[in-house]
């Protein structure tokens, strides 16, 4: 029969992924997931220019006139 030391029984039960520690690195995985996505597509996405609407305005919900 085997018997383990209080050293190797924490360094056991230490190694065992429980329920909580999973929860977290999902969480943090899928945020940096999300943040790594939004990053691309802001700064992957192509420019387009402003239309030129006559106005001397700058704002983009002046109507036409």
Do not use: W
């Not at 001397?56 to 109507?63: H, L, T």
């Amino acid at each position: 029969m085997t018997t383990l030391t209080p050293n190797a029984a924490r360094k056991s039960r230490l190694k065992r992924p429980n329920l909580e520690r999973q929860a977290i690195l999902f969480t943090i995985g899928l945020y940096l997931f999300i943040c790594t996505g939004l990053l691309i597509v802001h700064y992957g996405a192509p420019r387009t220019p402003a239309k030129d609407t006559g106005s001397s305005s700058v704002s983009p919900f002046n109507p036409r006139h």
